[in-house]
């Protein structure tokens, strides 16, 4: 492998820096309008306002030339430098105490989710890639876990954008439906919080659907949602090895290869939970950092959608969204059902 010299990486960086800026400055314009209507809309949040304006500018003209290096720039590195961040939400200490109690909830749901993706995604003719993009942003957590698989699988940005679409559209009949369930079964605050946050996906959706129930959710069903993004690590690096496996021919894996998929913005996520952990993290710096994760994923979110194929998001139709509807529900009925059988529908 041929290293470049050492001296030439400030102007290296540099020129890169000049490359990219129009195209990055574009992109965080579009997630800033977006991030303005996520606020103002709670239940919308900043992601999918920031496909929907980005697909709309590629519709006018998708950016090229010295716009589409910076583009490209966010929707990529951006999208994985967000997923490092998001690591500055959980401490392992939280882990260990809402893992012992959420995880059979979780891992059983989370199966559920992914083999019945995988069954019905070949039933319904749904390609590959976007299968496996509705599959985990539905059964781990929404965009965030969209974010963090999509550069292991090579997601084109007409997935991604039509995979965010539909997992919002579940989300907000979730914030509508799920407290009138929860009420109808007589859960309490912290079974409804259990719920919440195993089978609604992003977190603004968990937290108005949360608040809508009582005050008393809100806490666990976060936490729990939280702890529930850990799957992104496990599910990353499985992709990693299926995604190295069908391009390398049956080549065998060793466990160097293996460590070797492991993506970096992975043990980025790792590090970053491990120094929160430590306290190392003020309070301050840590609600700066979490606010930068959501202000890159909608950055990075509006990059894709100006870089979207609006044909071949046509020529998807409908079966995706189906296939969304089908694992949403499907989700759902698991997590109450495994909540039955471990006790948890009554705390």
Not at 163 to 180: C, D, E, G, K, R
Not at 291 to 309: K, Q, R, V, Y
């Amino acid at each position: 492998m041929h290293l470049l010299p050492l001296p030439t990486l400030p102007s290296r960086l540099s020129a890169r820096a000049v490359e990219v800026a129009p195209g990055v400055l574009l992109s965080a314009a579009v997630a800033a309008v977006a991030t303005v209507i996520g606020h103002a809309v709670p239940v919308v949040g900043a992601a999918l306002p920031a496909v929907v304006i980005g697909v709309a500018i590629a519709l006018i003209r998708r950016p090229s030339g010295r716009l589409g290096a910076g583009v490209s720039y966010s929707g990529k590195f951006l999208l994985q430098l967000a997923v490092v961040l998001l690591g500055a939400q959980l401490s392992l200490a939280a882990v260990a105490r809402v893992g012992a109690e959420s995880f059979p909830v979780m891992i059983t749901s989370l199966v559920v989710c992914l083999v019945g993706a995988v069954v019905l995604g070949r039933v319904l003719g749904v390609e590959r890639r976007l299968t496996t993009l509705i599959g985990v942003g539905t059964g781990i957590c929404g965009a965030s876990a969209i974010a963090a698989v999509s550069p292991v699988i090579a997601a084109s940005g007409a997935e991604i954008a039509y995979a965010v679409s539909t997992i919002f559209l579940f989300n907000v009949l979730a914030v509508v439906l799920f407290p009138l369930l929860g009420h109808a079964l007589g859960l309490d605050s912290h079974a409804f919080g259990l719920l919440a946050g195993t089978a609604v996906n992003d977190t603004s959706s968990v937290v108005a659907a949360a608040s809508v129930f009582s005050t008393a959710a809100l806490g666990f069903a976060v936490v729990v949602k939280l702890v529930r993004t850990l799957m992104i690590i496990p599910v990353s690096i499985t992709l990693s090895v299926i995604e190295s496996r069908r391009d390398a021919s049956g080549q065998r894996l060793t466990a160097r290869r293996v460590l070797g998929l492991v993506p970096w913005f992975l043990i980025g996520f790792l590090v970053v939970v491990a120094v929160n952990s430590l306290g190392a993290i003020p309070p301050d710096i840590r609600d700066g950092l979490v606010a930068a994760s959501s202000f890159l994923i909608a950055t990075a979110l509006a990059a894709i959608g100006m870089s979207t194929d609006v044909q071949a998001l046509r020529r998807s139709g409908w079966r995706p969204l189906l296939l969304g509807g089908i694992l949403w529900i499907l989700v759902t009925v698991t997590t109450l059902a495994t909540m039955g059988v471990t006790g948890n529908l009554v705390h």
